[in-house]
């Protein structure tokens, strides 16, 4: 199953992508009497995706006639992953960590799906790559959770980009949060794929595109520390609950500048555009 939230006539919800279009989820609660959260979040907190197992007979809107947007505006965690594929680490002259290289980003970095990159002023970074990434949706709320058990508290995956101001992160290992915290410099979605819909995670190809070419492509087989395993890990230190988000890092990174366009593709998962905009200082008081 294929969950999006999206934007229709001026009203936002959340539904199931079909090959004939997206079925929303009031929809299907009018034909079969159900009560499915029309939030995408509430859909993975409540554990039970049956109800919207089933759509046929109920109407779908075109994909042209939406504008697809993030599954949910702020994951309880985002997690990101650094360093986890040798050709990233090579790429920026760093050596890969034993142990996850795990950050945290903050729901302010957000972007919504095929927007805009906004480049800080040149003063606050002049360097910037866009990573594309698979993400790991949590499903359950967790703790310790050995490895013959991950797979019931995983709820599916999405694409994502990560974005990472190199110049700031050059000056101090320190400065990491720093440089991956800046507004627009994370989104995941439009679409997220439910476990049971990939046979064999680890066989996935993460691909990063940069205007008319393809920066960076590799297999999850490659990865340094693989997505069970990641998840494995972090619930070693942390309670994971539904939603959290774990970005699972990328094989390179695409310097970008003004007027250019990335794309995350994952065949299976889905795809998330943006393209880019250089900013300037502008003061905001609200």
């Known amino acids: 199953m294929k969950l999006i939230r999206f934007r229709h006539l001026g009203t936002v919800h959340s539904g199931v992508v079909t090959p004939e279009g997206i079925v929303p989820v009031p929809e299907v609660n009018s034909r079969r009497g159900t ?9 993975i907190q409540s554990g039970d995706t049956s109800a919207l197992a089933d759509t046929r007979g109920c109407g779908s809107i075109p994909f042209a006639d939406v504008t697809p947007l993030l599954p949910y505006e702020v994951p309880p965690k985002i997690y990101c992953i650094g360093l986890n594929y040798k050709s990233h680490a090579a790429d920026i002259n760093a050596v890969q960590p034993d142990e996850p290289g795990s950050f945290m980003k903050p729901a302010s970095c957000m972007m919504q799906p095929n927007t805009e990159i906004v480049l800080p002023p040149a003063e606050v970074s002049n360097d910037v790559d866009a990573e594309g990434e698979l993400g790991v949706v949590i499903g359950k709320t967790c703790r310790f959770v050995p ?6 508290v995983i709820f599916g995956y999405t694409t994502t980009l990560d974005l990472t101001a190199l110049d700031v992160l050059r000056k101090n290992p320190r400065y990491l949060t720093r440089a991956k915290s800046i507004d627009t410099f994370f989104s995941f979605g439009p679409v997220i794929v439910t476990a049971d819909e990939i046979a064999d995670v680890d066989q996935l190809e993460v691909i990063t595109e940069h205007n008319d070419g393809i920066c960076s492509r590799d297999f999850v087989y490659n990865m340094h ?10 619930s070693d230190f942390f309670t994971l609950y539904p939603g959290d988000l774990i970005s699972t890092g990328c094989p ?3 310097r970008i500048k003004g007027g250019d366009r990335v794309r995350a593709r994952i065949e299976g998962v889905g795809t998330l555009s943006a ?12």
Request: proline share 5%; glycine share 8%.
């Open 35 to 43: 009560k499915v959260p029309d939030c995408v979040l509430g859909i």
């Open 147 to 152: 490895m013959e058990n991950i797979k019931d």
């Open 225 to 234: 520390h693989r997505p069970y395993e990641l998840v494995r890990f972090h």
């Open 252 to 254: 390179k990174g695409a």
């Open 275 to 286: 393209s880019v905009r250089q900013g300037t200082r502008v003061t905001v008081i609200r």
